[in-house]
DNA sequence: AAGGTGGTTCCAAATTTTGGAACCTTGTCC
DNA sequence: GGACAAGGTTCCAAAATTTGGAACCACCTT
């Protein structure tokens, strides 16, 4: 399926650091001939996964993938309901909860709770981390046998944030302690300033694993606030496991925080 | 681009009716082979583009959707395309626009699109005005209800200038009279010697609106001025709302101006 | 066992894709 | 006006990919 191949590693090019792209920049990103590029991005066109400002040039993801991202599990049990636990949980702490899912070695941020706390961690929705510098992304490594992590992550380990893991060792070690204590939590990671507890959640049906955390200030959230928090989430955790299933060990059935 | 086009019209099968399909509905509907399908499916499925429950074995936009999907959206909200529009209609009129939100019986600007006009109407961003004395602003109240305009006029009806509704029954009357004809318009309000014409906009999906006018100088503005801009306003009003899903009245849904 | 669903693989013919070269349009600068 | 750059488009022959029918597979139900 080249033609389709190479389509989508020009959609790949697109992401949050850079939403739109001109003809040149596509060119660069993916090594392409010229004629090849303008082939593929009129057809990317004119099928509607892109779309062409008029007065710039630059293309940017079409309608379709608005139409199409809208229906992206938007009818999932597991995620709806820990969405409506969640929403509990950020109304009595007033932080801001995240649900996030694995792809490779990242996360990607499905769904956004805010808190009523005025001191708000603003994130989309649909942005990609590195799930090794995430409370619940390495909540969910941890659930991941070993051999899966290490297909995961890069052969080049990626540059994280000074608090993060900073190479797999480290990285197996942080996992193993969540996996021992039940607690992954970070301060100061993939966000300066923010730090965060969470935990994994999966389905025991259909095997879907899913990231929740609640994140906050550093300095702004005393210790107690924090003690408060993971009391929340293990409850959380405890019932959310019940009503899916999820099989876990008990031993580290206890929340688990993380950075975010 | 065969195997691409066959791909979008898999693409094309999934929607709100159908956010989920099993192998033998995608060949159903698109009437292809099963080998040809199986292919395109898998295909699919590997680049991210859909994704498969591994229970019920049904296929389903996948994540790559829900991250191109919001880059989508981040560049086309409300305000943003509201904004684009505006920074047109300012270029040909030569006249300042303004977008507001309602909060409570106020107005809070967001955003300005200067003109070219050497006489310049100037307002910083987040200044709160009494949206019963602009035009924009009862463009939107006309579109709320009674009781929620009552709910938000004070019970002490505050001060307005001369040439605003200086009671509720008087408000009352303008935003019928705005309700009747489409048309919100003032000179010499909430600016002394500035008049101004707007409309609101509501997004169909999620029920946000928003206040958008063009000020101008009353006197160094000719009838003939005005009327240009009411044609522009209305041609933008139309353009907006069918992009926003803006459900109103034909008999309301030529352009409001009002003060400002 | 028969039948159904959800696939996968093989194969030769048909179709599409590819990249380099030549070309086009528009705008900017000297 | 000429030169250059950005953003493309089209042509062409060789290479690559795609196609659909047939055969096959795994699993489940009756």
Chains 1, 2 share one sequence.
Not at 16 to 30: G, H, I, K, N, Q
Not at 55 to 66: A, I, M, N, V
Request: with cysteine; hydrophobic share 35%; net charge positive.
């Amino acid at each position: 399926m080249s033609a389709l191949t190479n389509a989508i590693e020009i959609l790949r090019c697109f992401s949050s650091a850079r939403p739109d792209l001109s003809f040149a920049d596509v060119m660069a990103l993916t090594g392409k001939p010229k004629s090849s590029t303008s082939r593929l991005l009129r057809a990317l066109r004119d099928c509607g996964l892109l779309e062409q400002d008029p007065h710039s040039r630059r293309y940017r993801p079409g309608l379709l993938t608005f139409e199409l991202g809208r229906l992206h599990r938007a009818h999932d049990d597991l995620i709806s309901m820990a969405e409506r636990e969640l929403r509990e949980v950020c109304a009595r702490t007033g932080h801001t909860g995240y649900i996030a899912v694995l792809d490779g070695y990242e996360q990607v941020v499905l769904r956004i709770v805010p808190g009523s706390n005025p001191l708000r961690v603003v994130n989309p929705p649909g942005q990609r981390t590195p799930a090794l510098a995430t409370s619940n992304g390495r909540a969910m490594l941890a659930r991941l046998s070993d051999e899966d992590i290490r297909a995961r992550v890069p052969a080049t380990y990626p540059k994280l944030p000074r608090n993060s893991p900073q190479n797999f060792k480290q990285l197996m070690a942080r996992l193993n302690e969540i996996r021992r204590t039940g607690a992954s939590e970070a301060a100061d990671e993939s966000i300066e300033g923010v730090g965060s507890q969470g935990f994994a959640l999966k389905s025991g049906e259909t095997g879907e694993m899913i990231g929740i955390a609640v994140s906050y200030s550093v300095q702004a959230t005393t210790a107690s606030e924090r003690a408060n928090v993971r009391r929340e989430l293990a409850a959380m955790a405890e019932k959310l496991r019940r009503m899916t299933g999820d099989l876990i060990d008990q031993s580290v059935a206890r929340v688990q925080a993380g950075p975010r």
